[in-house]
């Protein structure tokens, strides 16, 4: 089966870009990551894509005159490296551009560390753990144009009950994340997601 042409748009510390691309040369993940492309010229994110000989395009935000454009620069991109699946990993900028997300149209994903739609935002972990829920979990969801409310790819719990504070609870999801982000990339090498209204059925390619 094809490897799925993967590129990764990450803001920082790209653990999920990470654990994708070891699952990728462990032969556990039937992708082949393009490109990274990252709006922060400092993102560790870089280091990671340098070791594994990963192309990284910056795109710096202050350079156009709005988001559309931005969004524009990241559709030629992606055009360029021949992406078929768009992996947000942690980049921290919402896709606003109509152009790229009218393209890529169910071809962007994104991984949230909740169960959605508890806990959007950026600030899913604490606010799971602070509400004193038992389970939360992760979530890896299509990208349109609302915010962490795509239609639904994968979800996964995990069980915070344990857990003594945010940043235990964020360590403990993540673990789950780093698994599932890899599965569900995996997943487009072996077919298609159909998206009808708000959900999303896996189609096994025949
Ligand atoms: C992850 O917790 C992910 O769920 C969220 O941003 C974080 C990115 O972490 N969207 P990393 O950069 O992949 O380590």
């Keep these: 089966m094809a490897k799925v042409k ?5 803001s920082g510390r790209g653990s999920n870009f990470k654990a994708i691309q070891e699952h990728i040369k462990a032969g556990r993940c039937d992708a082949e990551i ?3 492309i990252t709006n922060n010229p400092d993102a560790p994110a870089i280091s990671i894509a340098k070791d594994n000989k990963i192309p990284v395009e910056i795109i710096d935000k202050s350079g156009f005159p709005d988001r559309e454009k931005m969004d524009e620069r990241i559709k030629e991109l ?4 021949g992406a078929e699946l768009v992996v947000l990993a942690g980049y921290m900028l919402i896709l606003k551009g109509r152009k790229l997300l009218e393209s890529y149209k169910n071809r962007i994903i994104n991984i949230h560390p909740a169960l959605l739609p508890a806990f959007p ?3 899913a972990q604490k606010d799971a753990f602070e509400y004193g829920v038992k389970v939360s979990g992760v979530t890896i969801h299509f990208v349109d144009e609302s915010l962490d409310a795509g239609p639904i790819i994968y979800q996964e719990a995990v069980d915070i009950s344990d857990c003594k504070s945010a940043e235990e609870t964020a360590a403990k999801i993540l ?6 982000y890899a599965k569900v990339v995996d997943s487009f090498s ?8 708000r959900r999303a059925r896996f189609v096994p390619s025949s």
Excluded at 6 to 10: F, I
Excluded at 175 to 180: D, G, I, L
Aim: cysteine-free; glycine content about 10%; proline content about 0%.
């Design 6 to 10: 993967v590129a990764v748009l990450a």
């Design 34 to 36: 393009k490109v990274l």
């Design 78 to 81: 992606l055009d360029r490296y």
């Design 121 to 123: 935002g950026a600030t």
């Design 175 to 180: 673990k789950t994340e780093h698994k599932a």
């Design 190 to 197: 072996k077919g298609h997601y159909a998206v009808e209204g």
